[in-house]
């Protein structure tokens, strides 16, 4: 088996691994730091109303640290991520969560719990660990998402279907027409989804997905409705009606839109859910693309030097 699909196929095994493992309690009204997926990760959690405070490492460190604060949570898949590492010296005690517990983040002097989300070894675009961070916040923000899992283990094969289907059309898509655009939106906790989604399908087709909020969407790049692709998560939740509306007249001004929604969990669990469709889609059109190589400009990891 092809060595992405293998990881990919690994994720209801390594969600069962979190799923048995205790979570400690997260703390509350503190920044949750991260890159990349480690950032979308908390975000989620941010738009289902859970008083946490998401944000960009980078950015957090260069222009938000002004003097040291007592408490936050740190986030790192690989736990050396140059920005990751920089935040720890801001704190006076920090969370770690990370998929490697004996690297850097989780072995400094002033780290107060470790949490291994424990996706076992991932060298390709983060999908366990993806679904493990989720998993771990889920648990330490007081959720039981057993059901949610069992759910997601029995609909794999489905999401893998779904995924393959939707792999065709966009490759169909972008091979019949001269697309200017392609955007990934959902809303609420989705949102984060999106970005996510956005982020895999881009490092793994080299093809330029932009993942935002619907309603971010609707305020402006809908001007470049006129052949561009759009993959509109549809979850039942506050903005649905809204998100319908909006395919229905991008589409009358020349948008190629495309939907994915999964039926059976609540919109907040959903996230567990629409993503595993979206790395699937990622494998089958980077497949379908012809791309060889998944980190061709850096690797894996960001290290800043």
């Given at each position: 088996m092809n060595k992405i699909l293998a990881e990919i196929k690994e994720i209801p095994v390594r969600a069962l691994a979190i799923l048995e493992t205790p979570v400690p309690s997260l703390p509350l009204q503190v920044p949750y730091i991260g890159m990349g997926s480690s950032y979308f990760a908390p975000l989620a959690f941010k738009y289902m109303g859970v008083p946490i405070q998401p944000e960009i490492a980078s950015e957090y460190y260069q222009y938000l640290a002004k003097e040291k604060q007592a408490m936050?949570?740190?986030?790192?898949q690989s736990g050396k991520s140059s920005e990751a590492l920089w935040c720890t010296e801001l704190f006076d005690r920090y969370v770690?969560?990370?998929?490697?517990?004996?690297?850097?983040?989780?072995?400094?002097?002033?780290?107060?719990?470790?949490?291994?989300?424990?996706?076992?070894?991932?060298?390709?675009?983060?999908?366990?660990?993806?679904v493990n961070t989720l998993l771990a916040l889920f648990k330490g923000f007081g959720y039981d998402p057993s059901r949610t899992v069992e759910l997601l283990i029995e609909k794999i094969p489905e999401y893998e279907a779904k995924g393959k289907a939707l792999a065709r059309e966009v490759f169909d898509i972008l091979a019949a027409n001269t697309i200017h655009g392609i955007y990934v939106t959902g809303s609420g906790p989705n949102a984060a989804t999106a970005m996510e989604a956005g982020l895999i399908l881009s490092e793994s087709t080299k093809r330029s997905f932009q993942g935002l909020p619907m309603a971010q969407y609707d305020h402006g790049p809908k001007e470049t409705a006129e052949n561009s692709l759009v993959i509109q998560i549809m979850a039942k939740g506050k903005n649905?009606?809204?998100?319908?509306?909006?395919?229905?007249?991008?589409?009358?001004?020349?948008?190629?839109?495309?939907?994915?929604?999964?039926?059976?969990?609540e919109e907040h669990f959903s996230i567990l859910h629409h993503i595993v469709v979206f790395n699937f889609l990622a494998f089958y059109l980077s497949d379908l693309l012809g791309i060889k190589e998944m980190f061709a400009v850096g690797g894996k990891v960001t290290e800043v030097h």
């Open positions: 936050a949570v740190i986030l790192s770690a969560v990370t998929n490697y517990p004996e690297n850097a983040l989780a072995q400094q002097t002033n780290v107060s719990q470790v949490i291994d989300i424990k996706a076992g070894e991932e060298h390709y675009s983060s999908s366990k660990t993806y649905y009606e809204r998100a319908l509306k909006l395919n229905e007249r991008i589409q009358q001004f020349g948008a190629s839109v495309l939907t994915v929604e999964v039926e059976e969990p």
